[in-house]
C-alpha cells in the first residue's frame, strides 16, 4: 500500500506538523489526524522519475542500450568490459550479457 503525507492545518501535534499514513488507493484522503483530531490536509508530492543523461548513467543503472547500425545489426553503446560492442542478431554470442548486469 502506498503512503500519504499529510499536514495540521494548525499547529502540529506529538507526531509533527507533519506525518505520513499508509493508506490504500481507493481511501478517500482523511480529514482529522488521527492523534490529536485537529483538521489535516494531504499534501501532493511530485512523481520524481530521473531519467538516465547518458549511455554511461544507462550503463551503471544495469540497462543495454543497442543502437540499429544494419539489418540485423546493432551497436551495444552500453556495453560493459568483455562484451562485443557489435550484435548481429545471426550471431547469439554477440549478445548482450544480461546475467552480468545483475538482472534475473
Given at each position: 500500500m502506498p503512503?500519504?503525507?499529510y499536514e495540521h492545518?494548525?499547529?502540529?501535534?506529538e507526531v509533527g506538523k507533519t506525518f505520513t499514513i499508509e493508506q490504500r488507493m481507493v481511501d478517500?484522503?482523511?480529514e482529522v489526524c488521527p492523534?490529536?483530531?485537529?483538521?489535516?490536509?494531504?499534501?501532493?508530492k511530485p512523481?520524481?522519475?530521473s531519467t538516465p543523461d547518458s549511455n554511461t548513467e544507462l550503463r551503471d543503472k544495469g540497462f543495454v542500450k543497442l543502437e540499429r547500425?544494419?539489418?540485423g545489426v546493432y551497436e551495444n553503446v552500453t556495453a560493459l568490459d568483455g562484451e562485443s560492442r557489435i550484435?548481429?542478431?545471426s550471431k547469439p554470442h554477440t549478445a548482450p550479457n544480461l546475467l552480468k548486469r545483475g538482472l534475473d
Open positions: 503512503y500519504y503525507e492545518e494548525g499547529e502540529g501535534c478517500d484522503p482523511i492523534a490529536c483530531n485537529q483538521p489535516v490536509f494531504r499534501l501532493m512523481f520524481n522519475m547500425r544494419d539489418k550484435f548481429d542478431a
